[in-house]
């Protein structure tokens, strides 16, 4: 089964870790993909990759917050395979402070990647899509956005916001062919993840319901499944792959 087999997907953010893992199972399901990410190197070896595999994609450095960068982002995907009628925002970065030490910089930075970026991403797709009367927008949240995270105030902040965006716009452009919805991941067993203690990690396993912590390949698999046909009645809906951590 090839669902996504009519898309041109945007994944942002997919040169490593859970983009990656995005951007290879939207090619599963059939779409081709441009890839994009800060590090030029990083998005260049997903594609590639992806291409030995026998998969349609290509790299494209730049950096969402960056309204010049999301042009050129949107019309490398339009020269490549056409117009993008698959978003996904995934672009992020994480930084660990306490409340009383975060600086201006550190909070604008963190909201610019995750909301600004969000923001130009999906105001660079919406036209074409509500021309086509279809298209999907799915946007990366975190489960820290739903309950807060300790020492992460401004991550959790723009997650939040990443949240009530996708809902807001869910709203305004659904009648219209777009669904729009968002993931919010739980503990996953990412690079940053791996690199914490095992005490750690076991301790954090032992309290999730599950027991366990999910893989990349689970997010990307419930992003897969909202851009699918099967999800077409998801409309502002935030699925949580969380191993059960948070309830809602
Ligand atoms: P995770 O392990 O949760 O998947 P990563 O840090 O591995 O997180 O992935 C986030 C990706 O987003 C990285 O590859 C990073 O280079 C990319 N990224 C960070 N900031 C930007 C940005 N402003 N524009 C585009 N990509 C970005």
Known sequence: MRPL?????VVTGAGNGIGEAIARRLVDAGAKV???DLQAAAAEKVAAAITADGGAATAVAGDVSAPEDVSRIFEHCTEAFGDCSLLVNNAGIVQQSLFEDLSIEDWDRMIAVHLR???????????????QGEGVIVNIASQ??????????????AKAGIIGLTKA????????GVRVNAVAPGPINTDLVRNLSD??????????????FGEPQDVADTVAFLAS??????????????SGDVML
């Open 169 to 176: 716009l869910a709203r305004e452009v659904s009648k219209r």
């Open 199 to 212: 005490d750690w990690r076991q301790a954090k396993a032992g309290e999730l319901p599950l027991g366990h």
């Open 229 to 242: 046909p099967a999800a077409r009645i998801y409309v502002g809906q935030t699925l949580g792959p969380n």
């Open 34 to 36: 441009v890839v994009n």
């Open 5 to 9: 087999e009519d898309h041109v997907a």
């Open 117 to 131: 970026g969000t923001f130009l991403c999906a105001r660079a797709v919406i036209a074409p899509m509500l021309q």
């Open 144 to 157: 820290l956005g739903q309950i807060g995270g300790v020492e992460l105030v401004h991550y959790s902040a």
